[in-house]
């Protein structure tokens, strides 16, 4: 019986010793977090996007109480959302321009000619390590939907060309469809980047155009029309984005082929007045008498 007890005693004492370390160690180690945060988070859309440059709304919330950040940093609230956090933080709102993903190709199936049919898992990705897919044009948009499926805010949609469209609306700018393009073509642009090459072709340009219709020909037009905007690079338009001029249409206005757009917020991608003009609706057929079939 003594030996119960003795065991029962020495457990008891066990018990308190530890009880009394961890609520020593709780006192000690305790961490204040500003009652502040839950509110904020509440506050916030939840959509987890990263577009703030942070991992999610929780850690933004943090950082807004912490004064690192404002709320306008956030370009998936609404404005209304954002002067409440703002007024409940007692800080000025900020601005941030809005940003959203670009896509560097207009070629859709029916402006742009494949070398081999693909049959096998639809994704771009699987398409992709079979030949480059089967496209002619080796920087081309496959068409098979990674970057709608991989979207998270119907942002995406493929249209009856295979060529995905972006809601500047929807667009988070979360970066979802940059990582799953296995050609690297789209990119994270603030809004006001309305002057956009629809291309990433590097060919010479009759080669390229004899590949995709709306494909960049390197022709120089747009960059004498606007020389301190434009330069022709590998074959290939660039714009400099860091001038001061990119509100101007003129770029595009010569562009044989529609290369070189402006991006609307509500009519979309816009060409030029003298681009060639595609009434095509049907898909282009594969040039299968030339070249291997990818399989």
């Known amino acids: 019986m003594i030996e119960y007890v003795i065991a029962g005693g020495l457990m008891g004492g066990v018990g308190v010793l530890l009880a009394a370390a961890l609520a020593y160690a709780d006192k000690k180690l305790y961490v204040f977090e500003d009652p502040r945060i839950d509110q904020v988070d509440s506050m916030l859309p939840h959509a987890n996007c990263g577009a703030c440059g942070c991992p999610g709304c929780r850690v933004f919330a943090e950082k807004l109480v912490a004064g690192e950040l404002k709320p306008g940093k956030c370009t998936v609230s609404t404005p209304e959302a954002i002067e409440q956090i703002a007024a409940f933080l007692q800080v000025d709102s900020g601005a941030e321009e809005k940003r959203v993903a670009r896509l560097a190709c207009a070629g859709g199936a029916h402006v742009a000619r494949n070398r081999a049919r693909y049959w096998g898992v639809e994704t771009c990705r699987a398409a992709a390590l079979v030949s480059g897919g089967g496209k002619a044009c080796s920087w081309g948009c496959l068409g098979l939907g990674d970057c709608e499926r991989v979207c998270e805010f119907d942002a995406i949609q493929v249209d009856r060309h295979g ?39 590097l060919l010479p340009g009759d080669e390229a155009e004899a590949r995709c219709e709306v494909a960049c020909t390197a022709c120089g037009r747009c960059a004498a029309d606007a020389p301190n905007l434009i330069r022709i690079e590998n074959q290939l338009a660039v714009i400099d984005y860091s001038r001061n001029q990119i509100a101007t249409r003129a770029p ?30 049907s898909a282009l057929p594969v040039e299968e008498a030339r070249l291997p079939v990818a399989h």
């Open 252 to 281: 595009i206005e010569r562009c044989p082929t529609g290369a070189i757009v402006w991006m609307d917020a509500v009519k979309g991608s816009m060409k030029g007045l003298e681009a060639k003009k595609i009434t095509r609706s």
């Open 163 to 201: 060529l995905p469209r972006v809601s500047e609306a929807n667009c988070t700018a979360c970066g979802d469809c940059v990582e799953i393009c296995p050609k690297d073509l789209f990119s994270i642009h603030p809004v006001s980047h309305r002057l956009w090459v629809a291309c990433r072709n």
